[in-house]
């Protein structure tokens, strides 16, 4: 059994949260965590799970195994190095960090911190990028000129994706890069 913890309660959380309480017999959701208190606290309720109050308190907590970060782009670094040092294992929802520095930092803590990391990128799995990816590598669309994707969320997005200091923007929010660092 991996005891987790989710970082981030809001609308992500709260998925990553459901689907783990319901569908991963391994995997134990035993607490959450949000900068906005009343938050947690209701989803805490909500689940059954602990409302930890600081990140530190999650890190010092011998119980966690891992965590799951679904906080805003702009704290991925922070929060996944700090857990890192703390040898919990921690998977990130994309994207991974503002800059290509703040990605290579937290390769240098993970290569030192020997817990494993992995980034969600749900379309990995999507049957149909999947399809258009294997068309697309054998050629059967000849020359590539432009690509159109149109997916949409819940709702607009939230305040601080509009700001490109703290998201990249949205176009960074919502595709990934293959970047091998």
């Known amino acids: 059994?991996?005891?987790?913890?989710?970082?981030?309660?809001?609308r992500v959380g709260?998925?990553?949260?459901?689907?783990?309480?319901?569908?991963?017999?391994?995997?134990?959701?035993?607490?959450?965590?949000?900068?906005?208190?009343?938050?947690?606290?209701?989803?805490?309720?909500?689940?059954?799970?602990?409302?930890?109050?600081?990140?530190?308190?999650i890190g010092e907590d011998p119980t966690?195994?891992?965590?799951?970060?679904?906080?805003?782009?702009?704290?991925?670094?922070?929060?996944?190095?700090?857990?890192?040092?703390?040898?919990?294992?921690?998977?990130c929802e994309k994207p991974l960090a503002i800059t290509l520095e703040e990605a290579y930092d937290m390769k240098r803590v993970l290569e030192n911190s020997g817990v494993k990391f992995q980034i969600g990128f749900m379309r990995r799995f999507?049957?149909?990028?999947?399809?258009?990816?294997?068309?697309?590598?054998n050629g059967l669309l000849g020359d590539i000129m432009s690509i159109r994707s149109i997916t949409r969320g819940p709702g607009l997005p939230p305040e601080w994706a509009w700001d490109v200091e703290k998201s990249n923007g949205f176009l960074a929010e919502v595709n990934s890069m293959i970047l091998t660092v």
């Open 1 to 10: 059994m991996v005891n987790l913890c989710v970082i981030g309660a809001g």
């Open 126 to 137: 999507d049957s149909g990028f999947r399809e258009a990816k294997e068309i697309i590598e």
């Open 64 to 91: 966690v195994d891992a965590v799951i970060i679904t906080t805003p782009t702009f704290t991925h670094h922070s929060i996944a190095t700090y857990f890192m040092s703390k040898k919990k294992h921690v998977f």
């Open 14 to 57: 709260k998925h990553h949260t459901s689907v783990i309480t319901r569908r991963i017999p391994k995997g134990r959701v035993v607490g959450i965590y949000d900068k906005d208190q009343e938050l947690t606290r209701e989803v805490a309720s909500e689940f059954g799970i602990r409302a930890y109050s600081s990140i530190e308190e």
